[in-house]
């Protein structure tokens, strides 16, 4: 009986340790939101973690990643990071039940991890970014020391700090012969303090759910400016319109793709765990570098007081496989960059310029490196602050973004732009160029097979098969289907809206009962058949034919 009993109390210990630890984390969390809330959200621990790891993940991790959980991988990030963090309260719990003040001093020294995390990252504002992790461990630590304190008395006669003297049930169950001062002032407790750890530990649930719940409202509200910035922009009209798209670049094929992609449903790849709100009030462009004559900086105003151009251009993004889903077509308003670049003095290489690469800077901390000659060889390479008809959203990189057509969006395509500084390959390496993948990648010909679905079972006889192919400024001239080991034949081509954008086709296939292989391949404007030669997307984008399997029945 004796030994059950022992069992028992020390298990419940076990389990109050337990909870002691995960209510000082998630104190030491909801008080970090709360401090990120009045300094940064930017800074908050999980974010700036989440951050570093995102930045240190190895290029086939990453990959792994955008294809495993698509473009969720961030939340899998962070609820990853939560996990983590969990798994290491409740032993520091357990461990505070014996070393009360080594259990807190580890909470400290997440904070400091976080601390640095915080002060690391690229986007930093300086040590304000700190306060966070730390005022939030600090609250975690207190937390852990206070509520530990009252398991002790809770477990009545177990020893608090250091080995039992005798091992042996008479011991247990008498009076704590190694008593330290803790347990001591335990023992005087001792009548009210097993409930006294059940309020502690619920007035610590609810106060710390009510501060967590504070910051995030006042997180929300701290994008409140951009918001407004964004809903009082009005896009001026463009000096130079799209040129009308054609009539049937949609095709009628059920399932095929929208040609123009909604905001709401475009890809989304970035490293921000939170979304940037740039004020368009405040925000600045520089331009500067080797060879600019004439830097400047320019405000949003300045941008839309120009002559704007809208264009039709269909972005990918290198981590698209074979078949992959990141890529989208927009209509994009904006400054023709090449206009800016010449008015700051910038020439290219093949007029004498001295810098080779154009690296475009954000407000979070991101560069991307494009080449200056392909930004102006006369390609409509613009820095967007409209897309289909509406500013920027947030997710998009509102005020202004850049794009420079055919090429991949890691070196083009900078989303919250507020730097553009000519300099040279040679001289520099951004951001994904440090993570293994290549300086210079221009899009990849590719077709993609939107109907029938992988494994669909259609109906034998009539089927479309349909779908888009891209090989963006170079242009689509044929697309070719091939059941099974069958020839090649060529599907029907919806029109071409212009060489950077995308083309739909469609196939009007007899389908036998029975299972068969459909593979598409492309050939783009200067000829060249799409490659059978299968790449993966590391490190200049995927290749190869995509195929689908479907049984008609
Ligand atoms: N600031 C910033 N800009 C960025 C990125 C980023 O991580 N941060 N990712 C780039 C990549 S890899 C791509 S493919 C495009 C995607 O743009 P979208 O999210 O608007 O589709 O943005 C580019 N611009
Ligand atoms: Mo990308």
């Not at 969720?72 to 719990?93: E, F, P, R, S, Y």
């Not at 929300?220 to 922009?233: K, P």
């Not at 709401?264 to 462009?285: C, E, G, M």
């Not at 023709?336 to 979070?364: N, T, W």
């Amino acid at each position: 009986m004796q030994g059950v009993s022992n069992f028992r109390t020390t298990f419940v210990r076990g389990l109050k340790g337990a909870a002691a630890g995960l209510l000082a984390g998630y104190t030491a969390l909801a008080v970090a939101e709360l401090v990120a809330s009045l300094a940064r959200p930017e800074a908050g621990p999980v974010t700036v973690v989440g951050g570093a790891a995102i930045d240190r993940t190895p290029a086939a991790v990453k990959d792994f990643a955008i294809r495993t959980f698509g473009e969720n991988d961030k939340l899998v990030l962070q609820l990853g990071i939560l996990a983590t963090l969990g798994l290491l309260a409740v032993a520091l719990g357990l461990l505070s039940l014996r070393y009360r003040r080594t259990g807190a001093a580890g909470v400290l020294l997440f904070g400091v991890i976080g601390a640095v995390a915080a002060l690391t990252r690229p986007d930093t504002q300086g040590p304000v970014d700190a306060l966070p992790s730390l005022v939030g461990a600090l609250a975690g630590a207190a937390i852990l020391y206070l509520l530990a304190g009252r398991i002790v008395s809770a477990a009545g006669p177990e020893p608090v700090a250091g080995p039992k003297p005798v091992a042996g049930p008479e011991t247990t169950a008498g009076p704590e012969t190694a008593a330290g001062p803790e347990t001591v002032a335990a023992e005087r407790q001792g009548r009210w303090s097993r409930r006294g750890f059940l309020a502690a530990a619920s007035v610590t649930a609810v106060a710390a759910t009510g501060l967590g719940a504070l910051g995030r409202t006042l997180s929300g509200r701290r994008g409140q400016g951009a918001v407004a910035s964004r809903a009082g922009l009005k896009l001026p009209a463009p000096a130079s319109p799209a040129p009308a798209l054609p009539a049937g670049v949609q095709l009628k094929a059920q399932g095929i793709s929208s040609f123009t992609t909604p905001n709401k449903d475009f890809y989304r790849v970035d490293t921000a765990l939170v979304v940037p709100k740039v004020d368009a009030d405040t925000w600045r462009l520089r331009i500067h570098g080797k060879g600019v004559a004439r830097p400047r900086t320019y405000t949003l105003q300045d941008l839309l007081e120009r002559p704007l151009i809208e264009r039709d251009i269909t972005l990918t993004c290198v981590s698209n496989e074979v078949g992959g889903p990141y890529i989208g077509h927009a209509r994009w308003l904006g400054v023709r960059l090449a206009d800016l670049l010449r008015e700051c003095g910038v020439k290219p290489p093949s007029k004498g310029g001295p810098a080779d690469q154009l690296v475009a800077r954000s407000v979070d901390g991101m560069a991307l490196g494009s080449p200056v000659e392909d930004v102006m060889d006369g390609r409509d390479a613009i820095l967007a602050v409209g897309m289909n008809g509406e500013p920027l959203p947030f997710d998009h990189g509102f005020p202004v973004r850049m794009l420079v057509p055919g090429l991949y969006g890691y070196v083009s395509a900078c989303k919250w732009i507020k730097d553009l500084e000519l300099t040279t390959f040679d001289a520099y390496d951004a951001y994904w160029v440090k993570r293994k993948w290549a300086r210079k990648a221009p899009i990849k010909t590719q077709a993609r097979i939107d109907t029938p679905k992988p494994f669909a079972r259609p109906t034998a006889g009539s089927v479309v098969v349909a779908g888009v192919a891209w090989a963006q400024h170079r242009g689509i001239d044929r697309v070719e289907v091939r059941i099974d080991d069958g020839p090649w034949q060529d599907a029907d081509l919806a029109p071409q809206a212009g060489i950077d954008t995308w083309r739909q086709w469609s196939y009007p296939w007899k389908a036998a009962a029975g299972g068969h292989t459909l593979t598409v391949r492309a050939t783009d404007g200067t000829g060249a058949v799409q490659t059978e030669e299968r790449a993966r997307t590391v490190p200049d984008g995927a290749s190869g034919w995509h195929s689908v399997f479907v049984t008609a029945g």
